[in-house]
């Protein structure tokens, strides 16, 4: 990071190569599958300018995540004064960490797909640092720039809005079809 700090290219390529999974996983669920390669690389450029009023002290990859979450929403922001996000991405397995580990079927990988495109950007975004980023509640504080304690409410708004979307979708309360 200090490198990163001091101007050192390849210092800052290694963060980028660290990150990248993780930046284009937040980019997609924030901005969609078409427009999340631009979002995330848009995100790198505004780390990489900033990146010298980076505190070092402090983790890196929450600070990133929230510079790449705000490059997405504007991305989105951009795009939906001309036409509305069509959100039809398969969240869990936009950069598959295992691809050999299937968690769902596919029926039921769509299903869910198609309830968190029902959700509002600001649901999928929270939803998406916990589950798919496997983040703390502190973590997710610090990339969405509130407290902890409306990490916890938004989350929890968050989950109960996604099993009504679920439930629309035929999933039962343990997750399963009916």
Known sequence: MRRAQAGELVAFDELVRRHQRAALRVATVVAGHDRAADAAQEGFVRAYRSIHGFDAERPFRPWLLRVVA????NEV?????????????????????????????????????????RLAPAD???????????????EMAEVLAVRRGTVKSRLHRAMQRLRRELADEGFDEEGGDD
């Open 124 to 138: 999928r975004l929270v939803l998406a640092l916990r589950w798919f980023e496997d983040m703390t509640e502190q």
């Open 77 to 117: 922001r951009r795009a939906s004064r001309h036409e509305r996000v069509d959100m039809r991405v398969r969240a869990m397995a936009v950069v598959p960490d295992d691809v050999s580990d299937p968690v769902l079927t596919r029926e039921r990988s769509d299903r869910l797909v198609g309830a968190l495109g």
């Open 70 to 73: 705000n490059a997405a929403k």
